[in-house]
């Protein structure tokens, strides 16, 4: 649904409510409802969104990362990680590199020099996952300068990817601005 990279992020939960209604075997396939969960704060819902996703699709990155992220607003970082959701080897080396960051710990700052000179999208992803590592840490302002960092970047602000207009909505939901 696009009402969530508009920034209505209420709407967009309701929006995938009445299609589990409609149809309540979507529901471990829409990833993109956990995601509009967290930027409600509705951190046990998002997490039981991205467990029932991960059920469905066991080698997904993303969705347990975005588990933890979840997890860790409810228990903290260690207890986060004592319940996190292991996934299959993802091909995409970028990601790889930030589920052992969220998995095992680590310096997300390796993750984003990492991919420094990556084009395409890795650099984006590694910038905005090195941010969500740092907000799970409840460090905003690094998470602010890693996530408004991956919005500039020729993929955050081109692809036209879901991803990249969820890092754009991140920064509004945290009244961040993409200026200066």
Known sequence: SSVA?????????????????????????????????????????AAEQFRLDVAANPNDTEESIWCFLSEAQLYGVDGARNRFLEVGLDRRPVMREAYALFKDGGDPEKLASNFSSSSGGELFYASLYAGLYYESQKDADLAKSHIVAACKTPYGSRSGDYMASLAVVHCQCRNWTLEG
């Open 5 to 45: 990279l508009q920034g209505d992020v209420a709407g967009s939960v309701a929006e995938f409510d009445r299609a589990i209604e409609l149809d309540p075997r979507q529901k471990a396939y829409l990833w993109q409802r956990g995601l509009s969960l967290y930027y409600l704060d509705r951190f046990e819902d």
